[in-house]
């Protein structure tokens, strides 16, 4: 498997488990005005903004962030659209760039100022990584509001989106 192939898997599984993590927000923000919901909203809103940032520093573009973490978060539905719009984006994007570009090293300024260097692969797998930590924050908060969160797992989202590539041999 080229990593190509991998990272569109990888990006295709995060735009699903993102739909299901918006779905499941939105039924607790119908009902529920807890603190917790909007911690849940503001983080979201932080791996969006990281999302974003990358997606800059992966078109050598400079982004319009001050910072990862504002003040105020975006109502919940224009996040979510946001959201959604950005995992397409992302799923897009890798699917248009060829092994050299993947491989290819980008100097850039982290959210601190700090200089950074990484392969657009690294730039990517980040982009997963730090999604996946904070969608299982997320999770957690809805769990102590509903008793339950989202499906999240990669295994699931393959079983789910290829079952019959998926079901065992008998």
Same mark, same amino acid.
Request: net charge neutral.
């Given at each position: 498997?080229?990593?190509?192939?991998?990272?569109?898997?990888?990006?295709?599984?995060?735009?699903?488990?993102?739909? +299901?993590?918006?779905?499941?927000?939105?039924?607790? +923000?119908?009902?529920?005005?807890?603190?917790?919901?909007?911690?849940?909203?503001?983080?979201?809103?932080?791996?969006?903004?990281?999302?974003?940032?990358?997606?800059?520093?992966?078109?050598?573009?400079?982004?319009?962030?001050?910072?990862?973490?504002?003040?105020?978060?975006?109502?919940?539905?224009?996040?979510?659209?946001?959201?959604?719009?950005?995992?397409?984006?992302?799923?897009?994007?890798?699917?248009?760039?060829?092994?050299?570009?993947?491989?290819?090293?980008?100097?850039?300024?982290?959210?601190?100022?700090?200089?950074?260097?990484?392969?657009?692969?690294?730039?990517?797998?980040?982009?997963?990584?730090? +999604? +996946?930590?904070?969608?299982?924050?997320?999770?957690?908060?809805?769990?102590?509001?509903?008793?339950?969160?989202?499906?999240?797992?990669?295994?699931?989202?393959?079983?789910?989106?290829?079952?019959?590539?998926?079901?065992?041999?008998?």
């Amino acid at each position: 498997m080229s990593a190509q192939t991998l990272l569109l898997s990888l990006f295709r599984y995060k735009a699903w488990a993102d739909e +299901g993590l918006t779905a499941g927000l939105t039924a607790v +923000g119908e009902r529920s005005a807890h603190a917790e919901f909007r911690t849940a909203i503001r983080i979201l809103n932080h791996a969006h903004i990281v999302d974003r940032i990358f997606a800059a520093n992966l078109q050598l573009t400079p982004h319009a962030y001050a910072a990862t973490d504002p003040d105020e978060a975006p109502k919940p539905d224009s996040l979510f659209k946001a959201v959604k719009k950005t995992d397409q984006w992302y799923i897009g994007y890798i699917a248009r760039l060829d092994e050299a570009e993947l491989a290819a090293m980008i100097e850039f300024p982290f959210s601190d100022g700090m200089p950074g260097r990484m392969s657009r692969e690294e730039m990517l797998g980040h982009i997963i990584a730090h +999604g +996946g930590y904070h969608r299982g924050e997320i999770g957690r908060i809805m769990t102590q509001l509903t008793r339950s969160s989202p499906r999240d797992t990669f295994t699931g989202y393959l079983h789910e989106t290829e079952p019959a590539r998926r079901e065992r041999m008998r």
